[in-house]
């Protein structure tokens, strides 16, 4: 993790988020607070994104079947 970014949790040791390190004290408390009121918003894994199609977030490469990876 970059040294300008630190990561806080919504619940107890879960529900990581990254925010910044340079935030004052009163800074990160009210951003906490705004993340925990609206973490039903932040999707951890995709399937947490209610109404967005996981096929949306996901990159397929097309390749030929006898295609051979070098």
Known sequence: ??????YVFLE???KPV???NALTQEEENRLVDILR???E???????????ISPS???HKIMMK???KPI
Do not use: Q
């Not at 993790?1 to 630190?6: F, I, R």
């Open 1 to 6: 993790m970059p040294k300008h970014l630190k």
């Open 12 to 14: 107890g040791d879960t």
């Open 18 to 20: 990254v925010i910044s």
């Open 37 to 39: 009121k609206h973490k």
């Open 41 to 51: 918003g932040i999707g951890w894994h995709i399937s947490d994104l209610k109404g």
């Open 56 to 58: 949306y977030c996901m």
């Open 65 to 67: 079947e006898d295609y």
